[in-house]
C-alpha cells in the first residue's frame, strides 16, 4: 500500500481518515476481546471492556502489517507506562 496517498491537507479527509482508523481499532480490539473472553468464560462484553481497559493504560498495542501477508494484531507491551 502507499501510504503518501492517504496525506491530506484536507480536514474532512483527515477525520475521515481518523474515523477509519478508530473504526479499525475497535473492530481489532473487539475480535481480539471475543477470542479472550471465549477462551476465558468472560461475557464478550466484558473481555471488550478489559481489553480497551489493558490498551489504554499501556499493556497492550495494536499492531500493523509489516507485509502485504501480515494482519493487523494486538499484542503485549514489554512494560506498562506510569500513569
Same mark, same amino acid.
Not at 12 to 25: C, D, F, G, K, Q
Not at 45 to 62: I, K, P, Q, V, Y
Given at each position: 500500500?502507499?501510504w &503518501?496517498?492517504?496525506?491530506? !491537507? !484536507?480536514?474532512?479527509?483527515?477525520? #475521515?481518515?481518523? +474515523? /477509519?482508523?478508530?473504526?479499525? $481499532?475497535?473492530? $481489532?480490539? %473487539? /475480535?481480539?476481546?471475543?477470542?479472550?473472553?471465549?477462551? +476465558? %468464560?468472560?461475557?464478550?462484553? !466484558? @473481555? &471488550?471492556?478489559?481489553?480497551?481497559t #489493558?490498551?489504554?493504560? @499501556?499493556? #497492550? &498495542?495494536?499492531? @500493523?502489517?509489516?507485509?502485504? !501477508?501480515?494482519?493487523? %494484531?494486538?499484542?503485549?507491551?514489554? +512494560?506498562?507506562?506510569?500513569?
Amino acid at each position: 500500500m502507499d501510504w &503518501r496517498r492517504l496525506v491530506t !491537507d !484536507d480536514a474532512n479527509e483527515t477525520n #475521515l481518515l481518523r +474515523s /477509519y482508523a478508530v473504526r479499525v $481499532t475497535d473492530a $481489532t480490539f %473487539g /475480535y481480539m476481546a471475543e477470542q479472550a473472553a471465549a477462551e +476465558s %468464560g468472560v461475557p464478550a462484553a !466484558d @473481555g &471488550r471492556e478489559r481489553m480497551w481497559t #489493558l490498551f489504554e493504560r @499501556g499493556a #497492550l &498495542r495494536l499492531v @500493523g502489517p509489516i507485509t502485504d !501477508d501480515d494482519r493487523i %494484531g494486538v499484542e503485549p507491551c514489554d +512494560s506498562i507506562r506510569a500513569d
